[in-house]
């Protein structure tokens, strides 16, 4: 019973390099969301997936993009890494209207450590 | 516009002290749905409770309570008794209707110290 995984763990990056940050779901939840965490600032949402083949922009979404590409996994990519961008970024799936499952919170990744240098 | 404040950045309290973490929001949805979610030093997010607007009843789970008030818009949060292991950054956040669009508030830190 995994719950949401995200890899990696840790990960440097230089400025200007790109990657993708994985986020796996075994929950059959509709909605998927990618946050960033920096200090002071809570989670801040980058963009999320309301449902398979659907995804909306948050609060910050300059530099990333995402992909929903089924409906247990969404992916975060960033194009040219920016040390602005040094971040922990937290995936999290929840249930939606029509799944009938009553507990409707986030249930969240281990969390990406990422810096940019 | 959905907005949630938690206006204690850092609280310090003394072992087996009460505490209580203040939350406030802003939503113009009649339905939604409020959490309080714990950030341990490991770094997880855990979560500790929902309330929906329709349910104003404050709960109490061991040493954790929470109270719902509509009026002045505000889910605070006490650790009566507190311990050591309580600390940790905490987490409110606020969604819309059915489990959408988590938005969290700035965190409060809270240290217990022995």
């Known amino acids: 019973n995994a719950g949401v995984t995200q890899t990696p763990k840790f990960q440097v990056l230089k400025t200007g390099q790109s990657m993708t940050l994985q986020c796996a779901q075994d929950m059959n939840h509709n909605s998927m969301y990618w946050y960033r965490q920096d200090p002071g600032m809570g989670l801040r949402l980058i963009y999320y997936?309301?449902?398979?083949?659907?995804?909306d922009k948050g609060e910050v979404p300059n530099g990333y993009n995402v992909s929903r590409l089924n409906k247990r996994e969404f992916s975060l990519r960033l194009e040219s890494a920016a040390p602005s961008q040094t971040s922990v970024y937290f995936c999290?799936?929840?249930?939606?209207?029509?799944?009938?499952?009553?507990?409707?919170?986030?249930?969240f990744g281990q969390g990406t450590r990422l810096t940019v240098v | 516009a959905q907005k949630v404040t938690q206006a204690q950045t850092e609280i310090s309290v003394v072992e087996k002290e009460d505490v209580t973490l203040d939350c406030v929001y802003e939503?113009?949805?009649?339905?939604?749905?409020l959490f309080w979610y714990k950030q341990p030093p490991s770094g997880e997010l855990v979560f500790l409770i929902r309330r929906n607007s329709f349910d104003e009843q404050n709960e109490i789970s061991g040493r954790y309570s929470w109270n719902f008030q509509k009026s002045t818009s505000s889910f605070n949060f006490t650790i009566t008794a507190s311990q050591v292991v309580d600390s940790a950054v905490y987490f409110c956040?606020?969604?819309?209707?059915?489990?959408?669009?988590?938005?969290f508030g700035p965190g409060t830190r809270l240290s217990v110290l022995p």
């Open positions: 997936s309301a449902s398979e083949g659907t995804t």
């Open positions: 999290a799936s929840s249930a939606s209207l029509g799944q009938g499952d009553m507990n409707t919170e986030a249930f």
């Open positions: 956040a606020l969604s819309r209707n059915y489990g959408q669009n988590f938005v």
């Open positions: 939503t113009r949805d009649t339905t939604y749905y």
